[in-house]
């Protein structure tokens, strides 16, 4: 029994890293700390995958503003996706907003027979750091 456990711990870090592709749409939530313009955003993220490379765009909504950001990012040996967004490419907001450009560390797992990207988020505006939180994502299935 132990032996598996072992091989589970030694292994499952290649086996994740060799057969998971970040390529695909991921969707859930990003927070906002107290202070923030509201605590919980609905979040998109659609990344391409190349090597260890990610790009893709992000998009953060609520209710009827958004933002969508180019991203760039690298998959750490670790598990984690590190991302930095560049520039905002579309959006609405109220007169008293300022999207964040963000920054983050999400880590990948395996749960529930559903692949999650879990994290923290910094960023900034054009004026000052923006109040930080955490990112709940899941990756959408595919249709046929």
């Known amino acids: 029994m132990k032996a598996s ?9 290649f086996f994740l ?3 998971t592709n970040l390529s695909g749409t991921w969707k859930g939530i990003i927070t906002q700390d107290e202070g923030g313009y509201r605590s919980n ?3 998109e993220l659609v990344l391409k ?3 260890d ?3 893709g765009r992000s998009t953060v909504r609520v209710d009827d503003i958004y933002a969508v ?3 760039e990012g690298e998959i750490t040996s670790g598990g984690y996706l590190r991302f930095q967004e560049s520039q905002i490419v579309d959006s609405k907001k109220v007169e008293t907003l300022e999207w964040c450009i963000k920054r ?5 797992k395996f749960e529930k027979d559903e692949w999650k990207l879990e994290g923290f988020w910094q960023g900034s505006t054009s004026f000052s750091t923006c109040i930080p939180g955490k990112i709940f994502l899941k990756k959408s299935k595919a249709r046929a």
Do not use: R, S
Request: hydrophobic share 50%; no cysteine.
């Open 5 to 13: 456990y072992l091989f589970l711990l030694i292994f499952l870090p």
């Open 17 to 19: 890293g060799a057969q």
């Open 41 to 43: 955003y609905d979040m």
């Open 49 to 51: 995958q190349e090597g």
């Open 53 to 55: 490379k990610i790009t």
């Open 69 to 71: 950001m180019e991203l």
């Open 104 to 108: 983050g560390q999400l880590l990948l």
